[in-house]
């Protein structure tokens, strides 16, 4: 998890990767499609980390198995994505 956390903000924060969330991000506006697959790609990601965890009651203040995979996203993501906006590397 943490991996693939470390991943998704390397990725985002650097080189291509920050390029490219800036573009995802600009163009969100006209064409919402490409932000809301890329979002949901990223939490199905979470989803599929989570799940084997959550099947076993590893997690068990975790009600919401979506939900939690989108805050997981959320954390890992945010300030490469609002470094992207400002563009920033």
């Not at 979506?66 to 997981?72: E, G, H, N």
Request: proline share 4%.
């Amino acid at each position: 998890m943490v991996s693939l956390g470390r991943q998704i903000a390397t990725g985002l924060s650097s080189g291509e990767g920050a390029r490219i969330a800036y573009l995802l991000l600009t163009e969100a506006r006209r064409m919402p499609a490409i932000y809301k697959n890329g979002l949901a790609r990223g939490t199905g990601l979470f989803h599929a980390a989570l799940e084997p965890w959550h099947a076993e009651g590893s997690l068990p203040a975790v009600k919401d198995l979506q939900r939690t995979s989108r805050l997981c996203l959320s954390m890992m993501s945010d300030v490469p994505r609002i470094r992207a906006a400002l563009a920033r590397r």
